[in-house]
């Protein structure tokens, strides 16, 4: 039997007439969207003529330097052009560690500080993202001794980036103050957005976003507590308010004696973490569950506004009332009947004339006994 068989030369010469075929289907597969390795077996082997002999076409060549040349590409560069110097107010996730920028991420590899309020706390941020740059403690406690070195920094062209343990500096955290004297000192200062507690909270609590106030942290000191949550029971847009856990009850005892056991409010804690968690319903049913249950993390709650509706006049006994509740919380006469007045529509003349008729003499004898031990 007669086997016909194409003699080598000829077998070769026929491969390389096929590489140019073959070669452009690789590169070509190699742009796809998915892993080629993904394919059938059957689809996914590509065989190449040797490169070892001496009679390899000028077509061939072209291929090999085509090839050799998007092995090389690399992406194009960044338009982002180099930092300048100044201070960076950088946002960093609230929980989740997924939740930073590339912007921030660039700035805060690119820094030559980053002003931390913990470090050890910032320190697995950077671990997690490999940044090497430096960190520096920055608190409440130390941040009037160190603004003079951080001034003198930047002043001398450095990029300073602040950070705080999570979401935007300067809102309720370190930072205010170092803005300000840079902006004074005419220092640029440029905000990195990205997340911030209480903008993610008010995003899905299902309560009016059109307007609100941020109040934050109340005082520690009660009567000025009392005095910002009075002013916050009269205003018709939402309160939003930042509640360490242990003060949690404290917090729905007064607000639920001021605003009313029937507003409605949100508790939300642990964000973008494992055990997120968004609490809806009255102040009243709030203080009930809340009052065994201490719940754990950080928490911001959300009061809807006070409704719109036809004034109605106090009467002198609510009116009475209130002034008894400020006066006995340390607040002066005159200012007891200014927070009053600024909720009601009743003439501020009117609500002075009944202080002094009611609390006048016993204002005085407290002054008075006070002169004494003086």
């Known amino acids: 039997m007669h086997v016909f068989r194409q003699p080598a030369v000829s077998r070769w ?3 390389c007439q096929g590489l140019r075929a073959t070669a452009t289907v690789f590169v070509s597969l190699r ?3 998915f892993s080629i390795s993904s394919l059938p077996l059957t689809h996914r082997v590509f065989t ?3 490169t070892s002999s001496p009679n390899l076409s000028p077509t061939t060549d072209n291929i090999q330097t085509h090839l050799h040349h998007e092995e090389e590409e690399e992406p194009p560069p960044s338009k982002a052009g180099p930092l300048k110097s100044g201070l960076y107010l950088v946002a960093t996730p609230i929980g989740n560690l997924e939740d930073i920028t590339l912007r921030a991420l660039r700035v805060l590899r690119s820094a030559d500080v980053i002003l931390s309020e ?19 403690s920055y608190h409440k406690f130390n941040e009037s001794q160190r603004e003079n070195a951080i001034l003198q920094k930047l002043q001398q062209g450095n990029i300073v980036a602040l950070i705080s343990d999570a979401g935007t500096p300067g809102i309720s955290d370190p930072g205010t103050e170092l803005a300000k004297l840079c902006v004074n000192e005419k220092i640029p200062v440029i905000p990195i957005p990205g997340p911030s507690a209480f903008v993610t909270a008010l995003s899905a609590s299902g309560l009016a976003t059109d307007e609100f106030t941020f109040v934050g942290f109340l005082p520690k000191h009660a009567g000025s507590r009392r005095e910002r949550l009075l002013i916050s029971s009269k205003e018709t847009v939402t309160q939003i308010f930042f509640v360490p856990p242990h003060k949690l009850h404290q917090f729905l ?3 639920s004696s001021l ?14 973490k494992l055990h997120e968690e968004f609490w809806r319903g009255t102040l009243g049913e709030a203080k009930e569950v809340f009052l065994t249950h201490q719940p754990k993390g950080e928490i911001t709650v959300l009061i809807e506004g006070k409704a719109n509706s036809v004034a109605e006049t106090p009467s002198e006994a609510q009116l009475e009332h209130e002034l008894r509740n400020l006066i006995s919380s340390g607040q002066s006469l005159s200012m007891a009947v200014k927070l009053v007045s600024e909720g009601t529509s009743v003439k501020r003349k ?4 009944l202080a002094l008729r009611k609390f006048g003499k ?8 006070k002169e004494c031990f003086d």
């Open 48 to 50: 190449f003529c040797s």
């Open 13 to 15: 010469w026929w491969r």
């Open 362 to 369: 016993q204002v005085q004898d407290e002054e008075g006994s």
């Open 350 to 353: 009117t609500i002075y004339s």
């Open 253 to 255: 005892e007064e607000t």
């Open 259 to 272: 605003f009313s056991d029937s507003r409605r409010c949100v508790i939300a804690r642990e964000m973008t």
């Open 31 to 33: 742009r796809l969207p």
């Open 118 to 136: 913990d470090t050890r706390h910032s320190g697995k941020l950077l671990q997690h993202y490999n940044i090497k740059t430096p960190l520096l």
